[in-house]
C-alpha cells in the first residue's frame, strides 16, 4: 500500500476526482466526478501494482472478470455505443482502468478521449443517483 496513491489511501486523495461506488472481489468502482462521458468510472485494483503483468494468474484474472463485469453494467444502465477502455500509469503507479462510455451523437465520438475534460460536473444527488444505479446493478 502508497501512503500517496489515491486508490490505496483514498479520502481527500481520492475525492478530487472520484467517488467510490462499492468494491468487487479483485477491485474498487469509482465514479468519475467529470461526467462528459455519462457513466464514466474506474476500476482500480485493489492490489498496489503498477502494471498487470505483476499480478499473479489468477488474480489478474479475477481483476478482468471485475472490469468486464463492470462494462456490462455500464451497457444495461446507460446504453453506450461503445466502451473504451484506457490503461494508463504514467503518473499514477497503481493499476486502474478507465471505463468511459462513448455515444455516436455525444462528445468526442470517433475520437480520443480526454483524461479530464474539465466540462461536465453534477449535482451531489445526481451522483448519488448514478452511484445507487450502479451499485444497484452490481
Known sequence: M???CSYCQEGA?????????C???????????EQSHRGRV???CK???DDITQLSEADRTAYLEDVNHVAEVLHRLYHPDKINFGAYGDTMHHLHFHLVPKYRDGFEWGGVFAMNPQQTFLEQDEYQQMIDEIRNAL
Do not use: R
Not at 486523495?13 to 461506488?21: C, E, S, V
Open 2 to 4: 502508497d501512503q500517496n
Open 47 to 49: 492490489q498496489h501494482v
Open 23 to 33: 468494491e468487487l472481489p479483485m477491485s474498487k468502482v469509482i465514479l468519475f466526478k
Open 42 to 44: 474506474i476500476v482500480a
Open 13 to 21: 486523495l481520492l475525492d478530487a476526482f472520484g467517488i467510490k461506488i
